[in-house]
């Protein structure tokens, strides 16, 4: 099991940059692959990035490919997502999840993934 705490967000204006973080409990840490998902108010939780355990390209939905860049650091059992040149349309509280083991093919599903951090608010202002 891996225990998930998200931090780093908060207020900026649109244009501006943030970085989130993610800490991970549990030593299943460096064989689980990681993402991140967001969910603005009304709308389902979406897919933003993901990355493999042992790290490389990441992945990411078209919205953002090219202004956010995922990282991770096994050393630190915590994981980043840059995130550069942020719109109002990226206003949503963003999650951190894991599974063990490789990415699935469904990689972009929320239930692809067995643990769950709470979550942190980002909003961009306009």
């Known amino acids: 099991q891996v225990q998930l705490v998200e931090s780093g967000g908060g207020l900026v204006q649109a244009g501006g940059s943030l970085r989130l973080s993610c800490a991970a409990s549990g030593r299943a840490f460096s064989t689980s692959s990681m993402a991140w998902f967001r969910q603005a108010p009304g709308k389902e939780r979406e897919f933003v990035s993901a990355?493999?355990?042992?790290?490389?390209?990441?992945l990411y939905t078209v919205d953002v490919k090219g202004r956010f860049h995922f990282s991770r650091d096994n050393a630190k059992n915590t994981v980043y997502l840059q995130m550069n040149r942020l719109k109002p349309e990226d206003t949503a509280v963003y999650y951190c999840?894991?599974?063990?083991?490789?990415?699935?093919?469904?990689?972009?599903?929320?239930?692809?993934?067995?643990?769950w951090g709470q979550g942190t608010q980002v909003t961009v202002s306009s």
């Open positions: 990355i493999g355990w042992s790290g490389g390209l990441a």
């Open positions: 999840a894991s599974k063990m083991g490789a990415l699935p093919t469904t990689f972009r599903e929320s239930h692809a993934y067995d643990n």
